[in-house]
């Protein structure tokens, strides 16, 4: 398997503009999770997802952010608007329920 | 909910040395502790786990400790190599809803 795929991998964008982040986790898991990691806040978990339904969403910052999981090879992180403070790497991670996250290469935002 | 602090931030030894990180975490109810580390750019990626009935788990060089009564757990790396330099992570958790600690940069000198 090619492991979590995410997509893209860098962004820049400008401030209030709309910004789609997706992500292919390992076929075969059952469990999808967004992290986001910060120098100031560390890895915090968003939301994750069990057979494509949102178990736990407590961690999404505002309604300015939004996931959505329609099957279990896909999933996106939307941020509209987007404001600078959400600068910073989103992973995306997939597991089996066991415990072992496997962590996609990240997805590296810039808002100006 | 759940708090895991982890220290120290920064981390630096000899290159054959020990290294020593220490977590602790306040939800009794975790159950399952694992360490990732992440090298600079680069994802992160697990090197061991525990789980709150075992006590301690060795895996070559490296090795963790849990006591569950003081809610605290230890990564422990023995004989250190450069490409030990990185950060790592600590966190806790039912197996799901992991929460982490901030990391530390341990930093190998050869």
């Known amino acids: 398997d090619a492991g979590v795929i995410q997509s893209p991998r860098h962004e820049v964008t400008e401030m209030g503009q709309e910004v789609t982040l997706r992500c292919k986790p390992i076929?075969?898991?059952?469990?999808l999770f967004w992290y986001r990691q910060t120098m100031m806040r560390g890895l915090e978990l968003l939301i994750y997802?069990?057979?494509?339904?949102?178990?736990?969403d407590s961690g999404m910052p505002e309604d300015r952010f939004s996931a959505k999981m329609p099957n279990a090879s896909f999933s996106t992180l939307k941020i509209q608007p987007s404001e600078p403070r959400d600068s910073a790497v989103y992973f995306c991670?997939?597991?089996?329920?066991?415990?072992?996250?496997?962590f996609g290469e990240g997805s590296r935002l810039t808002v100006l | 909910g759940e708090n895991v602090e982890q220290h120290p931030s920064t981390l630096s030894v000899q290159e054959g040395d020990s290294a020593v990180i220490k977590c602790t975490y306040s939800?009794?109810?975790?159950?399952?502790f694992p360490w990732y580390k992440q090298e600079l750019g680069k994802r992160p990626q697990l090197i061991i786990d525990?789980?709150?009935?075992?006590g301690e788990k060795k895996d070559q060089r490296i090795a963790v400790t849990l006591n569950k009564t003081a809610k605290h757990f230890s990564l422990h790396i023995t004989e250190t190599q450069p490409e030990d330099s990185a950060v790592y992570f600590c966190?806790?958790?039912?197996?799901?809803?992991?929460?982490f600690g901030a990391g530390t940069i341990l930093r190998v000198k050869s």
């Open positions: 991670a997939s597991s089996m329920g066991t415990g072992e996250l496997f």
């Open positions: 076929s075969g898991h059952d469990y």
């Open positions: 997802f069990n057979n494509n339904v949102p178990i736990d």
């Open positions: 939800d009794s109810a975790s159950n399952y």
């Open positions: 525990i789980r709150s009935n075992v």
């Open positions: 966190a806790a958790g039912d197996g799901n809803k992991l929460v």
